[in-house]
């Protein structure tokens, strides 16, 4: 979010993610519970975050709350370059994440990422959880389609 205010803003936006009324308010995008429990029953489900490590109980307790197919306690990890995790895909809202790794990417569209051209980077942009889904079942399809012709 520092990138979409002006530098002289960076504690206002500090403070505001370490407040934990934020957490208390924030709530799941459109129609991402419904395709993330529908994900869950075919696939592992993991979270990759970059968070802070004050703000993680909140937002453990949010997934929790909000996400409860998702297994936190085994499946969500943290770090700084997400590339380092092995993933079939991540969807992610920040352009760095999807940068130098085999995983197939996907950009959920949002005011800070608007003009970055995904199909020059060969990544999938998405507006919305239905086409998240339908790009993963997609990946889904062509992989287990290459797994038939080598096996």
Known sequence: MKKCFPKEYSRLVDDLWF????????????????YLD????????????????????????????????????????????????????????????????????????YRWNMNFNCSKNGIHRSDDWVDIYKEIERIRETKMQVYEITH
């Not at 934020?22 to 709530?27: E, F, G, I, K």
């Not at 990759?48 to 909140?58: C, F, G, K, N, S």
């Open 19 to 34: 407040n934990p009324k934020l957490w208390n308010r924030v709530q799941p995008v459109l129609d991402s519970r419904m």
């Open 38 to 109: 529908i994900l869950s029953k075919q696939d592992i489900i993991s979270v990759v975050t970059d968070t802070h490590y004050e703000i993680l109980p909140q937002k453990i307790k949010l997934l929790n709350k909000c996400f409860p197919c998702i297994d936190t306690r085994n499946n969500l990890f943290v770090c700084k370059n997400k590339s380092k995790i092995k993933l079939d895909v991540l969807t992610d809202d920040a352009v760095h994440n999807l940068y130098g790794a085999d995983y197939k990417k996907i950009l959920l569209t």
